[in-house]
């Protein structure tokens, strides 16, 4: 199979040249931490993890870290010089609250309207887990999701209505994928940008829903 | 003078009852009372109901504590972390309950409890499988789900230093959850991992006050569970 579309890397890139500088911003596991390398030269983003810090920075290289020191993946990390620790319920405050700017997660499945299911496949033998993800995509402000357009087997992920069970309904803002940059609008997906060799029909194709052309021919 | 010091962690944790409620601090490995766990192992107690983010990891600390069926429910926001086997083996056995909760309430349910706050309003879960038969009520136009405050009969938590009051300063993100704990805990025990005199604490910079603590016991360098998994130690 010939590869197509963005790399995890340029999909990361292309999500952090949208954050605005000075950004409050908390990242999910996976792709999305890759955002943090990605940021253009003169902004400046401040790093929120949910298990107590602000101005998390990700260990230099070589450096061992230390076991209180970690992220919401239980990684190790460093704090910038000006972070700050809080405990649980001011870090959820801070989410719940609405003062984060921007929270980029992964997904299982967004729907036409903003749904997200990213917490559960609903197998009746999976030992549910949701961390803090119901929470986060319920207070912050923005919700931007970079996920692999399609499933290993080919399935859309972007469907008309997610069949896993929801971390919360109507609040994903934009979708940045292998293929395309694509937007819930009030009419539903909308394509922002497309990757490079990548056309709209292609893209439509593997969307599970109506997708609208948002750029032209 | 007041004085909350204990000797030792068994005395510490001597008094908790089969079918206690207890709040352990600790967010993965980051701040877990590993020795005031393995104190209560050693004690004996069964039928607990412990409320921890997490379920522990490898056959130490948290993990240990429910290898050793003395824990009959779960309250947590992510019973899944690598290394991570104990609790999936015996959940999908059927001895031990789970009661998933959102990292967030979880955390506004503790302190709520140690508030005096009996419930709240949350957006948080709303549309979710997580908030069917909850009360819902609209405020301005969305949706919230009630939640009920938590407190518990014992607290177990780790901090960096204690003063014999009982005020607390903690070390990095070992921090989470444990200052709410203490304010919902009947008793709230703690292991320092130095105390200090009283006074060595700046007021301004205390991050738990000693109201807060019932009992301090210093354990100078704990072990660290990520430490002790990968030495393949399993407690007892």
New interface residues.
């Given amino acids: 199979m010939t590869a197509i579309g963005w790399t995890r890397d340029e999909m990361a890139e292309r999500a952090a040249r949208d954050i605005p500088d000075g950004s409050y911003v908390n990242l999910g596991i996976g792709i999305p931490e890759l955002v943090a390398s990605h940021v253009p030269e003169g902004r400046q983003l401040i790093y929120h ?5 602000l101005g998390m920075e990700s260990l230099p290289e070589g450096a061992e870290g ?5 992220n919401a993946g ?1 990684k190790r990390v460093a ?1 910038m010089r000006g972070a700050a ?5 001011d ?2 405050a801070m ?2 609250g609405g003062h984060l700017d921007l929270c980029v997660l992964g997904a299982l499945q967004v729907s036409e309207k903003g ?1 997200l299911a990213n917490w559960s496949t609903g197998a009746p ?1 999976a ?9 986060l995509v ?2 912050v402000k923005r919700i931007v999701v970079i996920t692999q357009h399609t499933t290993r087997d080919g399935e859309p992920k972007l469907v008309t209505e997610c069949t896993y ?5 109507g609040v994903v803002d934009r979708i940045y994928t292998d293929l395309a940059v694509i937007d819930v609008s009030d009419e539903g997906f909308k394509t922002v940008e497309l990757a490079p060799g990548v056309d709209h029909a292609y893209v439509a194709e593997r969307t599970g829903t109506h997708l609208i052309n948002g750029i032209g021919p | 003078m007041i004085d909350k010091r204990v000797a030792s962690p068994a005395e510490a944790v001597a008094d908790i009852p089969d079918g206690a409620t207890v709040m352990i601090g600790g967010f993965g490995e980051a701040g877990s009372p590993i020795e005031l766990i393995h104190a209560l192992i050693d004690q004996g107690a069964r039928n607990l109901t412990v409320v921890n983010n997490n379920t522990g990891s490898g056959e130490v600390g948290l993990a240990a504590l429910i290898k050793a069926e003395r824990v009959s429910r779960m309250i947590c926001s992510y019973p899944r972390t690598a290394n991570s086997t104990v609790f999936p083996e015996l959940y999908g056995a059927g001895k031990v309950e789970l009661d998933l909760v959102p990292q967030g309430t979880l955390a506004e349910r503790i302190r709520a409890g140690g508030a005096g706050i009996p419930g709240f309003y949350t957006p948080t879960s709303v549309g979710t499988p997580l908030a069917e038969g909850k009360e819902h009520r609209d405020f301005d136009g969305r949706e919230y789900v009630f939640e009920r405050g938590l407190v518990a009969d014992f607290t177990l938590i780790k901090c960096r230093t204690a003063d014999p009051y009982g005020n607390l300063l903690f070390n990095k993100t070992a921090r989470n959850f444990s200052p709410l704990m203490a304010m919902a805990g009947e008793v709230t025990i703690v292991q320092a991992d130095e105390v200090v005199t009283a006074g060595g604490i700046d007021p301004e910079c205390v991050v738990t006050p000693g109201i807060f603590v019932d009992r301090v016991v210093e354990v100078a360098n704990p072990q660290q569970e990520s430490d002790l998994v990968r030495r393949g130690v399993s407690y007892p």
């Fill in positions: 993890t949910e298990n107590g810090l230390e076991p209180e020191l970690i239980k704090a620790y809080f405990h649980h319920a870090s959820f989410i719940r749904d033998d030992i549910p887990a949701v961390g803090g993800a119901m929470d319920a207070g069970p929801l971390t919360a309904p």
